[in-house]
C-alpha cells in the first residue's frame, strides 16, 4: 500500500489533540505529530488574512484516506478545511512498513 504525508491546519492545540488522537484511536493513521504554532497568512473570502495554527502531519496509507479525510471533516472547525496528501515515494523502508502494519492491525 502506498504511505501518504496528510496536512491539515487547526487554530488551537486543544483541535489538533482531539483530531490526532480520533484518528490513530480508529487506526486511521500510524501517527500524527503536532507542530508548534505557525503564522499563516492567507487568502480567504478577497480578503488577506493571518493566524496563529498547528499543522497535523499525519502518516497514513492510500487505503485509509477517504475515512481520513472524512473524519478530519468531521471533527474539524473551520468552514474550509486545508487536507493535503502528499505521496511519499522514498523513506526508509522500516518506517513504511510500520506505518502500514500498524494500522492494519
Not at 496509507?61 to 522514498?90: C, F, G, R, S, V
Request: with cysteine.
Amino acid at each position: 500500500m502506498s504511505v501518504i504525508l496528510v496536512l491539515t491546519n487547526v487554530s488551537t492545540l486543544e483541535d489538533a489533540k482531539i483530531i490526532a488522537h480520533n484518528l490513530v484511536s480508529k487506526k486511521l493513521c500510524a501517527c500524527v505529530n503536532i507542530t508548534s504554532k505557525c503564522h499563516s497568512v492567507y487568502s480567504w473570502q478577497n480578503k488577506i488574512e493571518e493566524s496563529e495554527e498547528y499543522t497535523l502531519l499525519i502518516k497514513t496509507n492510500t487505503d485509509k484516506y477517504i475515512e481520513l479525510e472524512q473524519t478530519i471533516k468531521a471533527l474539524h472547525k473551520y468552514e474550509l478545511p486545508e487536507i493535503i496528501a502528499i505521496d511519499i515515494t522514498k523513506g526508509l523502508p522500516a518506517y513504511l512498513n510500520w506505518i502500514n502494519s500498524t494500522i492494519l492491525t
